[in-house]
């Protein structure tokens, strides 16, 4: 306990804790539990509390401290019906959960996807919290998401299902008997995610200012033209560049230029990583979708690879490349494997069959608990998650900053400050992975636990 109270008054905590938070505020509407068969693995949830509980074992917290940083502050599920456009009523599951405020508003983004699930969200939520605590940007961690398969929604039924969102979420203020709004510009700011986008986001921004007036700074990921941050569409992937380039270097490996890649998912996340990596040099020489794979060993050329897709061309009829199956792209030998798509893609079932140096981890929770012990036996570095892709909400806390001075930065200007970011940020992560010999992931969380550990204890539970 010595141990634990000393490090806890490195991260600037007082040694007198108070009692854990009470019990979590009961979710509301049915629960999208008939989604999916029973769970025989390990849960969304239960996988990202044992890489945190890893790191609290490291820091020899207290039992009751560990509780307060694991449990939700709210958990909010709502029914949404639809008039779809055949007539038919429809009705989808939405979800948000809002972890921890202790160092800023909430902030998660909504994904709409038909396997969304509270646990899932409630995982995603947790990671948000992290992953701002380790960037050091003032901000906590929500996630918002709506079980439905865009695919199957025309636009204007998807539009429809956006608002509706927003205005239930305002209106369960009063179930959850909370004092405030659940969305708004200091208290929780939605962002794009799986499925959604700057569409959705300017969707969001229309319908909550008719409640609240004029309030960009309500949502981040909104067009350009619309108060939106340049560079925030690519931001994710620039971000998980630039945590690649510092590894390559801290490591002594050299620059990306001639490194091999491998990316797992073309979306905005994979694809820009992609683009990037090829301006500066780097091979990429196999990327999937959840459709198909291609793979050329010389290295895809990713502006033609991007136009393809962008012309609604399938990925696997490019020509530039062979087509493989997709499951067997995360096996592809290369020097840097970038998970880019859902998560639980490395798992007990293939860590051992990966053929890479590094796994940068840009999507949410792509390695598994088993999974990552397996890596570490192996010799595998990760990039973890919560460091790795943290470049999209770094640019989202830009873009709010600019929503809330009426200034808009240049392009050039949020790439430097971004750059700066994930430098700073991969530093603190580095020098505790060295000075404590502890894995990266162990390292990232650490770091974040120090620092929403610092601002809860301090700011007080009254």
Known sequence: ???????????????????????????????????????????????????????????????????????????????????????????????????????????????????????????????????????????GGAKGGVTVDPNELSERELEILTRKLVQLEILTRKLVQALRPILGTYEDIPAPDMNTGAREMAWIFDEYTKFAGFSPGIVTGKPVWLHGSLGREAATGRGTVFAIRELLAAQGLGEIKNKSFVIQGFGNVGSWAAQILHEMGGRVVAVSDAFGAVANEHGLQIPD??????????????????????????????????????????????????????VAEAANGPTTPEGDAILRERGITVLPDIFTNGGGVTVSFFEWVQNLQNFKWSEDEVNAKLDRVMREAFEAIWELHTEDKIPLRTAAFVKALQRVTRARVHRGFD
């Open 305 to 358: 690879l991007r136009a393809h897709v962008a012309d609604r061309h399938s990925l696997a009829s490019f020509a530039g490349g062979v087509v493989i199956p997709k499951e067997s792209v995360l096996t592809v030998p290369c020097d840097v494997l970038i998970p880019a798509a859902i998560g639980g893609v490395i798992d007990e079932d293939n860590a051992r069959d990966l053929q890479c140096k590094i």
């Open 1 to 139: 306990m010595a141990l634990a109270l000393k490090k806890l008054a490195s991260a600037g905590v007082a040694h007198q804790l108070l009692p854990a938070a009470g019990a979590l505020l009961p979710g509301l509407g049915a629960a999208a539990s008939q989604l999916q068969a029973r769970r025989t693995k390990m849960s969304h949830s239960e996988a990202t509390n044992t890489f945190i509980l890893e790191a609290l074992e490291h820091l020899e917290y207290p039992k009751r401290l560990r509780k307060l940083l694991l449990t939700p502050e709210r958990e909010v599920a709502v029914e949404l019906a639809l008039l779809r456009d055949n007539g038919e009523v429809a009705t989808f599951n939405a979800y948000r959960v809002q972890h921890d405020n202790s160092r800023g508003p909430y902030k998660g983004g909504l994904r709409f996807h038909p396997q969304v699930d509270l646990d899932d969200v409630r995982s995603l939520a947790s990671l948000m919290t992290w992953k701002t605590a380790v960037m050091d940007i003032p901000f």
